[in-house]
């Protein structure tokens, strides 16, 4: 069967560095950084006291009290996300088929705030088992999901995708397939997470994953620099409407890009390790470039995973040489979480959104924060330090990948008709 072609007609963005997609974009293209420190809790006893939070937030601008209490902040943010995109992609509700139309959402952690939460209460109590009744449905994962389907009667595909911090890449890619294969005519994807919580910090200290440059949160999320000594955890959600190019047309809908291929892959190595030649990896950019149809030499962007982690980013860039050789030197190549930080589950979905705006605008972000080169870095490699860089962009390519060794790898291209 012939697949049926994928384009982005709508985005929505809540990040650490902008609440919107204009926002958003303003940020990224100046090397504004979201980092400052931690304002949800008391910090005092932990070795990271910074975080790359969501900023100007306000829930009762966008839910009633009754709605707020109902929602953990992941939740919440999932569906100002959506919403935006939705209405981003002017989606006639009264003419669209809802049973075609799913959502299909990644969250890697999911509610995870309410869950610490209703564990202090409990723990401080006197042994009875007295919960909230809306914590296990404000905690789980695919509640944003179903709250999106919900809202607006999708009645499609509903689900969340859980695989760590590539978990948005996959629900993309999964958007994508079913897309593709005539399953439906538009999916919401994308996704969320709100882990900048005791819980959240304190167990990724725990690990010696986070960054604990405390003097200077701002320049703490520094890839590829010498210097980098963990990732700087952030929070927020990406939305993108994906839709069957022919619904697209017919309706006369913007389009901001084509969806051309996806690929997925698994280290296979270690929990929360990457292997160190970047197998995994390069495997997810190859299976990327063969689902799109596309020779590497095409590729004109690469946003990477690239977390500021001693390990990580030296393995990526590893294989990105492998993948593709002598081009790999004509590539922008940047890292957005060095403005953003770690979003977690919902990186792969902002990042995605960071790549089609670099296509739009022929503009690639910064990677912000380098001021020490890595001599384990190939120095031929356009790293796109700390400035924004002109170029035209007409493929682009963004990596995402998570604990456990799960690999995602996203392709977008330039409309062609």
Not at 157 to 167: D, I, K, L
Request: hydrophobic share 40%; aromatic share 8%.
């Amino acid at each position: 069967m012939e697949l049926k072609r994928v384009v982005v007609t709508g985005l929505g963005a809540l990040t650490p560095i902008g609440n919107n997609i204009q926002e958003y974009w303003d940020a990224l293209k100046s090397g504004k950084s979201g980092c400052a420190p931690i304002t949800y809790f008391d910090t005092e006893k932990f070795k990271t006291k910074f975080a790359c939070e969501v900023k100007n937030y306000d829930p009762l601008q966008h839910f009633n009290r009754k709605e707020a209490r109902k929602l953990d902040r992941f939740a919440q943010y999932a569906l100002i996300s959506s919403d935006q995109a939705i209405q981003d992609a002017a989606l006639d509700m009264d003419a669209i088929d809802k049973f075609r139309v799913g959502v299909i959402w990644g969250a890697g952690i999911g509610g995870i705030e309410t869950f610490q939460n209703e564990v202090i209460n409990f723990s401080q109590g006197d042994g009875t088992p007295r919960f909230n009744p809306f914590f296990i449905p404000k905690m789980i994962a695919d509640i944003a999901p179903g709250n999106i389907s919900i809202k607006h009667g999708f009645m499609g595909p509903n689900y969340t995708t859980v695989s760590a911090c590539a978990s948005s890449a996959n629900a993309m890619i999964d958007a994508l397939n079913y897309i593709r294969l005539g399953h439906c005519d538009i999916i919401i994807t994308g996704g969320s997470e709100a882990a900048v919580t005791m819980a959240g910090v304190g167990g990724f200290n725990a690990m010696h994953a986070l960054s604990t440059k405390n003097e200077s949160p701002q320049s703490a999320s520094r890839p590829f620099d010498a210097t980098r000594d963990g990732f700087v955890l952030g929070e927020g959600a990406g939305a993108l409407v994906l839709e069957d190019y022919e619904h697209a047309k017919a309706r006369g809908a913007k389009i901001y890009a084509e969806v051309i291929g996806g690929g997925m892959s698994s280290d296979a190595y270690h929990m929360t390790a990457p292997h160190p030649d970047g197998i995994g990896v390069e495997r997810v950019m190859h299976n990327c470039l063969k689902d799109a149809g596309i020779s590497a030499g095409e590729v004109d962007a690469i946003n990477t995973h690239g977390t500021s982690t001693p390990l990580g980013d030296v393995a990526e860039l590893k294989a990105i040489s492998k993948v593709f050789g002598a081009h790999a030197n004509k590539i922008n190549i940047n890292s957005t979480k060095s403005m953003t930080g770690h979003l977690l589950g919902a990186a792969g979905a902002i990042e995605a959104i960071a790549s089609i705006l670099s296509m739009q605008h022929n503009l690639v972000p910064p990677t912000i924060n380098h001021t020490e080169v890595d001599s384990n870095i190939d120095p031929s490699l356009n790293l796109t330090l700390n400035k924004a860089q002109k170029r035209e962009v007409n493929i682009a390519m963004s990596n995402t990948f998570g604990f456990g060794g799960h690999n995602a790898c996203v392709l977008f291209r330039k409309l062609k008709d």
